[in-house]
């Protein structure tokens, strides 16, 4: 699988890691960031691991929770591209 990441997610991980920078320190912010890059590399493995949302909006939204920062939500939508 091929992961396209779209600006929102581009700005909303640079703001994730200016807050934990702030409110806690940098070692957490590079924590943080290395728990989302292996949370997408597990993703790319095993696709099935992300959770369907029915609850939400937007049809065909997915979530997978970062184990060590349960705060933090990953939001997937499979699209397929021709």
Not at 45 to 60: K, N, S
Request: proline share 6%.
């Amino acid at each position: 699988m091929k992961l396209v990441y779209r600006p929102l997610y581009i700005s909303n991980v640079t703001e994730c890691a200016d807050y934990l920078c702030t409110e806690a320190n940098e070692k957490v912010a590079a924590d943080w960031y290395q728990a989302l890059r292996k949370a997408w590399e597990h993703i790319q493995r095993v696709p099935e691991i992300v959770r369907g949302r029915h609850d939400l909006p937007v049809p065909g939204i997915r979530t997978l929770s970062l184990r060590k920062y349960p705060n933090y939500i990953v939001f997937i939508s499979w699209e397929k591209f021709h």
